[in-house]
Structures are given as C-alpha cells and as structure tokens.
C-alpha cells in the first residue's frame, strides 16, 4: 500500500529531471481527465499534485516520490504527472518544443516501468486518445507496461461501465468522487512495480 508521498521536483525536460533512483510510473492523458486529483486520492493527500480548472495549466513534469509498503517490505517509488494532451492555449512554436521534449522523456527515461493512460469513461474514442495508445504501443519496451484507467466511471450506469470493460479487457474503472476502484488501482500498481504481475 502506499503510505505517503511528498512532491519531488518538477523538470521541462529530461536533461533537468532527477536522477532514477527507483521504479517509476508515468500518469498521462488528455488535459482534464484527473490525473492530479487520481495521483493525490492515490497518495492520500489531497494538495499533493496541484490540479487545476484551466486545461493544459501543467507545462512541466511533476515528480513525487512515495514510500509504500507490502507485508513487512518498504519501499519506494516514483509518481511522474505528466503535461496534458491538447487544450493548452499556447503558440504552435511553444507546442512543437513541448512535444519534443515530453517525446524524449518518455522514450529515454527508461526507469519508467509503468505507464497509467488516463482516460474520460463517458469519451473513451476521441482520436486524442487513440493516438496516445498507439504512440505508447510504439516505443513500449520488454519491461514497460501500460494500462488503460478510466476516470470519473460514477458518471455512467452499470451496463455502460460493463459495456466498457468488455470491450477493454484489462481496464480499471474509478473515480475520486466516489473512491470506487481506487483500492484496485493501487494494488496493481504496487504488483507491477515489484514484478508480480498478480492484477
């Protein structure tokens, strides 16, 4: 279980982030979709990742580190709150560095053994979301990872969310709101963080 977490450092690029010093997961999706107010209910601390009611507010890339437990075992990881796709009012010039330099730091980092793909439950085909998943599949590693979380799943009915997890095998349906599949969530992360593989 994760125990606390505190924020570590924020970084625009590669070059500037800190050095590995243990397993890491990369939080990434659409701008809006949760990813700060998912990493804080995760980390149990509600003004931990700054969130924000502006789209693509979050330039930079957030890092916190977290000390976890199973069993008797202690342990440390990794949060990476990446920038959000799209939304962000800025320059086409502006976007194009940011791109780059969010595209080096997920294919270089290589300490990066998860990576969690946030996306809207009600909006699960926008082409956003599409290219993400097909960019991630493009450069997974061996010994990388990546799942599919949809947030905010109190919005939808029960045969929606069935219909949902049919058609996305191996998903995970939350929401902060309700703290519903929170407990799922993080056990899987802290199983594929040790190499359990048990979700």
Request: with cysteine; charged share 30%; aromatic share 8%.
């Amino acid at each position: 279980m994760i125990l606390n977490a505190k924020f570590l450092v924020s970084a625009s690029k590669i070059d500037n982030a800190p050095e590995p010093i243990c397993t890491e997961i990369a939080f990434l999706g659409r701008s809006n979709v949760g990813k700060s107010s998912l990493i804080n209910t995760l980390c149990k601390n509600k003004n931990l990742a700054k969130s924000s009611s502006t789209p693509g507010k979050t330039q930079l890339i957030n890092f916190f580190e977290l000390n976890c437990k199973r069993q008797e075992e202690k342990f440390k990881l990794i949060f990476i709150d990446l920038p959000g796709f799209g939304y962000a009012k800025v320059s086409k010039k502006t976007k194009e560095i940011w791109n780059k330099n969010l595209d080096e730091f997920l294919k270089e980092r290589t300490s990066i053994k998860l990576f969690i793909h946030l996306v809207d439950s009600r909006h699960e085909k926008l082409d956003i979301d599409l290219n993400l998943d097909e960019y991630l599949n493009s450069f997974l590693r061996a010994d990388q990872k990546k799942i599919t979380v949809f947030t905010k799943c109190d919005k939808l009915n029960q045969s929606q969310k069935t219909k949902l997890l049919n058609a996305n095998k191996n998903a995970i349906l939350i929401s902060n709101l309700k703290k519903q599949g929170i407990e799922k969530l993080e056990q899987v992360i802290i199983n594929e963080s040790l190499g359990l593989n048990e979700n």
